[in-house]
Each structure stands twice: as C-alpha cells, then as structure tokens.
C-alpha cells in the first residue's frame, strides 16, 4: 500500500541582514545652516555693516537678547546711500526697484518687506514688562529695551524689525574660541608666573585709569557746556547697558540745546558762582605742582602695593623669606630668653650662698633621718 500522499514543507532558513557597524554607529548630518537668499544677502551685509545702519540690543518676550533697527534709520540709510547701493546690491535693486535706488518711501516699503518675507528680519513692536494704562499714555520710546513679535509683518517706517540675519559662522566660532580661551586663563591665574601676574596687575591698573580718566573728562565737559545752556557728551553710549562693546564708543560726541525755564538758569549760573569761588580758594592754597605730585605719588603707591601683594603670596621666593618685623621678634624673643635664664641662674647661687638656706637643709636633712629611725 502506498502512503497517502503529503506535502514535504521545506523551511528555508533566510540569512539574518546584519547592520554594518558603521552604519550602526553613524550620526546624522548635522542640520545645514539657512541658505539666505543671495539676491538680497548682499543689501544685509552692507546695511549692517561699518558704513551701515544704527542697531541696539534689547531683550524679547520669551527669548533671548537680539539686535533690532528702527524704520526710521532704515529709511534715511536707504536714501543717503545711493552710490553704495548701487556698487554692492545690483540684483536687490533690479528686483525691487528696477535697477534704480531707492527714491520714495514706496520704494523703502517694497525693499523692507523683501527682507522681511526673505527671514532676514521680522517686525516687532515695543512690549513693557508690566503693561498699565500709564505706560500706554506715556511718550513712545525711541529705542525700547523689550519686543515682542507682532502679527502683521508688513513693513512700517515707523516700527522695530529684529535682525535674524546672522552671516557666515566662522567669526563667531573665532570669538567664542577667544573667551573660552580668556576663562580658563583667568581660570589658571594661581599657577601664572610670577611675571605674567605682575604684567597682568598692570594692564588692570592702566585700564582703570582711563576708563575713570574718561568719565571724569566727559563730566567736566559736560558741566561747563550745561552751565551756558546745552548738553555736550563725550561718549553719550559708554555706560548704555544695552549698547554693544564698539557701539558704546559711537558717536563721538553728542550735542543738544537745553530749553530750561527761569529757575534752571538761575540754578546753573549759581552753580558757576559756587564752581568760580571753589576754584579760586583751590588755588591760593594749592599748585598744580602739588596736584601732579599728589597723583604720581599716589599711583606709584598703588602700583608698588599690588606687586607686594602679588610676590607675597605662598609658594612664592618672598614668601619663604622672613620679614624685617619677623626678625625682630625673634630677636626680641631670644633676648628674653637669655635674660630669664640668667636671672634663674643668679637666683640658684644667692642662695646656695646664704648661710641661713645651708642651715636649713642641714636641720631638715637631720629631721628626715630621725624620722627613719
């Protein structure tokens, strides 16, 4: 008898697909930075540029700090910079105005709003941190210290527009190399030798005089323009928070009449009274002489306490070296010493001398045997 007929199941085993292990390991391509658009990037470079438009830092509802212009600057920047314009952002112009620069605020507007549907910047609008119906009466700021982004993104002369341009990466990267570098130098100050602390206490000592020389400087200046009726700052940004490093040091100077009342001109040609007979007394009694003396004595002074600080310090040669005050204790101490042991010394022969003292030992020498006994 045959067998019933069946169905022989062959199992194929497949081959496991094995991950190569550098595929395994791989990280993915990290994200490309945005590629601006090269028509108009060159109007950006050159608008924020040396030769370009005024910004400011302030800080925005939800994030962190960032720089912003003013539609105002933007519109004078455009109109006074025809030859630039024309030089460096050919295609930025034959895009938004026909080859021609700018001439209207119609054409301001239609470059604006070029940049803004492009990402190079986005409208903003001053945002108080406690809103109140004050601060709403109250006069606009002209360069507020807090934004927030508004919904309508078109461009307006009168509004902020944050910067989100950032440009090419590798200056930043330079930078960052450069403070992280300072930190761990200031870090690594302990083990500095001995030359580069003194070096180092120097610069800090220069750089303190001037920046103080300044202030004095620009409040003097100050005060003499403000006594006849204006106000004239040296450096207007040095002590703006919210000015950059190279942006405190711009304008130069600043000038503006003063619209004072009949009391603030008696208030200020007083205080030239005050000033003139201050000055006068001053005078009889001191020399510009004995000022310069004063002040080069008093920063040499300065100068020689911090290096005698700095080579006093442990682990360093004048650390291990007594002082001429350490010495005379010392001395002093030994002395002291000496004396006392001297005058122990006199005591213990008066009075193996005294005949008295010799006698009674002998009496109690004899009452100790008696008692043996």
């Excluded at 962190?64 to 455009?78: I, Q």
């Excluded at 690594?188 to 070096?199: N, R």
């Excluded at 009342?261 to 009694?285: C, K, N, P, W, Y």
């Excluded at 005591?347 to 100790?368: F, I, L, W």
Aim: glycine fraction near 6%; charge should be negative; hydrophobic fraction near 40%.
């Amino acid at each position: 008898a045959q067998e019933p007929f069946g169905l022989d199941i062959l199992l194929v085993r497949r081959p496991a697909v094995r991950t190569p292990p550098a595929a395994m390991f791989s990280r993915k391509k990290k994200s490309e930075q945005p590629e601006w658009d090269p028509t108009y990037e060159p109007l950006m470079k050159v608008l924020l540029g040396k030769k370009g438009i005024k910004t400011k830092s302030a800080s925005e509802v939800g994030r962190k700090k960032v720089d912003y212009f003013r539609g105002k600057d933007f519109k004078k920047w455009l109109l006074e910079n025809d030859s630039l314009l024309t030089k460096k952002c050919e295609k930025a112009l034959e895009e938004s105005c026909e080859g021609n620069p700018p001439e209207s605020d119609k054409d301001v507007e239609r470059i604006g709003n070029e940049l803004i549907q492009r990402g190079f910047c986005y409208k903003a609008m001053y945002k108080p941190l406690n809103p109140t119906s004050k601060t709403a009466e109250a006069k606009p700021k002209k360069w507020p210290d807090r934004l927030s982004r508004t919904p309508n993104q078109t461009f307006d002369i009168e509004g902020f527009y944050v910067i989100t341009y950032s440009g090419g990466s590798g200056m930043q990267h330079f930078l960052l190399g450069l403070i992280i570098a300072g930190v761990l130098l200031a870090c690594m100050h302990p083990v500095w030798p001995i030359w580069a602390k003194i070096g180092g206490w120097y610069l800090s000592v220069v750089f303190l005089t001037i920046y103080f020389a300044v202030l004095i400087l620009r409040m003097v200046i100050f005060t003499l323009f403000w006594v006849v009726g204006f106000d004239f700052w040296i450096f207007p940004n040095l002590n703006d928070e919210y000015c950059g490093f190279l942006d405190s040091f711009k304008p130069f100077y600043s000038w503006e009449k003063r619209k004072d009342d009949a009391l603030m001109l008696l208030v200020r040609f007083g205080s030239l009274g005050i000033a003139a007979v201050a000055i006068q007394q001053i005078a009889e009694t001191t020399s510009l002489e004995d000022v310069q003396d004063f002040v080069v004595s008093s920063y040499a002074d300065v100068l020689e306490w911090g290096v005698e600080k700095l080579t006093a310090l442990p682990g360093s040669d004048k650390q291990m070296l007594p002082s001429v005050e350490e010495l005379q204790k010392e001395k002093d101490l030994d002395d002291n010493e000496t004396n006392e042991t001297k005058v122990t010394a006199d005591m213990a022969d008066e009075d193996d001398d005294d005949p008295v003292t010799e006698e009674k030992k002998t009496t109690d020498a004899e009452g100790a045997a008696e008692t043996e006994s």
